[in-house]
């Protein structure tokens, strides 16, 4: 998944998901918990994908997951293209209303304007940049 969208969340918690993303996101998704100040959200697929990984760690390794599978809704955007991001997610993150969704290689992520606004600040630049891409071995 690629590309940055604006987008504003609703008062009964709403996100319409853009449409390049709700093509690549599916009939279902799953909006969970991030390592970043933001929210993921994975397709059917992935998420099976992510859930697998999981699922093959040993017991004592596994516990640690519990807190992202409690705190992970599954989503089914509405007619408009519609996700409702439960009110504990969104504190979690610190999205209030207006929101950036970018697509990030197997899944998106939604962030308040302001923190992802910050973030791109300190991240774009090219040393950043080439620094990312050599770690490829590109």
């Known amino acids: 998944m690629t590309g940055e969208y604006r987008h504003s969340i609703d008062a009964k918690g709403r996100l ?3 449409s390049q993303l709700r093509r690549e996101l599916g ?10 100040k933001c929210l993921c959200v994975y397709s059917a697929e992935s998420w099976d994908q992510f859930r697998a990984r999981v699922d ?3 017991m004592s390794q596994s516990r640690s997951m519990r807190v992202v599978f409690a705190n992970t809704a599954a989503c089914e955007p509405d007619a408009q293209g519609r996700i409702l991001i439960p009110q504990k997610l969104r504190d979690f ?4 209303k207006d929101v950036t969704v970018i697509g990030f290689s197997n899944h998106a992520e939604i962030w308040d304007s302001e923190e992802y606004e910050k973030l791109e600040a300190e991240e ?3 040393e950043n940049i ?3 891409i050599e770690g490829l071995g590109i």
């Open 16 to 18: 319409i998901v853009p």
């Open 56 to 58: 093959a760690l040993p």
């Open 27 to 36: 009939e279902l998704c799953y909006v969970t918990l991030s390592m970043d």
């Open 124 to 126: 774009l630049t090219l």
């Open 93 to 96: 993150a610190g999205i209030k």
């Open 130 to 132: 080439s620094a990312a």
